[in-house]
């Protein structure tokens, strides 16, 4: 039986959208699962003799929001690359790059071990990480959206983020899993690293989608073409920044600072804060898709503004359901589920969203710059601004302020989206 151009075609889009995808998916993971261990790992690197647990878990915070800064760098280094040479080959580095680095996360020696030297490993690592995070998402949203079916850019972009949303997902359910079958001091002396030895053989899968993945088509023919000029982009990057800010700064809130916040705040057991974060993630999964569809029928804009408003509006009613004590468990577990589902609906649209902002010869650079640069701000620091601030004020709304504030400037910068359908 012949195969047509259109069956060949639609097999590469859906090669394209899995191996940009698996990447996504172990980044995520990672991060989430350190996010979890937060607390454990805080006691294993960075709580020398007399050190307090607080103080301890602001450096544990403090080394996650280094990653993301080291995130713009990637995308920068790994973007112009991607630019110039292709999209294949560089995803194929940054993931053998992720993967080994998070790999020796879970081999590491800890501060009783080597002493002061455990944090700076562990730092180091971390830094290596954040590299090749901010080279993975410029180039797989490339990949997604430019081998993406004509008025499908949505619904393919859409699946970077749903692979966040399943990596953080697959971290919880291991942290959780562990929790479960192994007992505290089990977990704590060398539970924690099982997570991050299994990035090995997911990254070697990984890397052997990538390995068969073609170049795309948009990349092959525009290699001829001019670049925008450097003041356009740089223009772009920002105002991509802004659009997705709020998306970055609640999506870390509530899917990832929320079990320590439970834990250290509202007295929350291990368990208990996972089974939440589990929650919210399940509802951001559950509304990806669904939001990245629609906005390629009714327009990036409306979809993205209403998930930003409604945090704006709800984040302090939610946050204060989970504090009353006289709550019950139905309704907290209905507040988290929502507060992912929201987030979901910023989150679909936006990588084609950015995707749309750069023509294909800086796509890798610009989208990656704009995302990364937004990230490493306000997903990075949301750890280290909400525990510094708690722990400095004693108010416990702070995560909540700080999801709203920042989705309020986002809905001013997606005020500037053409009110139409994408393409």
Known sequence: MKVTFEERGTGRSRRALVAGSVGNFIEWYEFGVYGYFATIIAARFFTPEGGSEAEALVKTYASFALAFFFRPVGAALFGRLGDRIGRRPVLILVIVLMTGATTLIGVLPTYATVGALAPWLLTFLRVLQGLSAGGEFGGAVSVMTEFAPPGRRGLYGSWQSFTVALGLLGGAGAAALLATVLTEDQLGDWGWRLPFLLTLPLGLGALWLRLRLDETPAFREAVERTSPPPREVARAVALGAGRIMGWAAAGYTFLVVLPSYLQSTLDASFQQALIATVLANLGFALT???AGLLSDRIGRRAVMLTGAVLVVVLAVPLLNLLQDAGTSNAAKGAAVLGAGAVVGLMAGPGPAMLAEMFPTTVR?????????????????????IITETVERTGNVDVPAYYAAATCAVSVLALLTLPARKAS
């Open 364 to 384: 890798y650079t610009g989208l990656g710059l704009a995302y990364a640069l937004s990230n490493a701000v306000f997903s990075g620091c949301a750890g280290l």
């Open 288 to 290: 990806i898709v669904p």
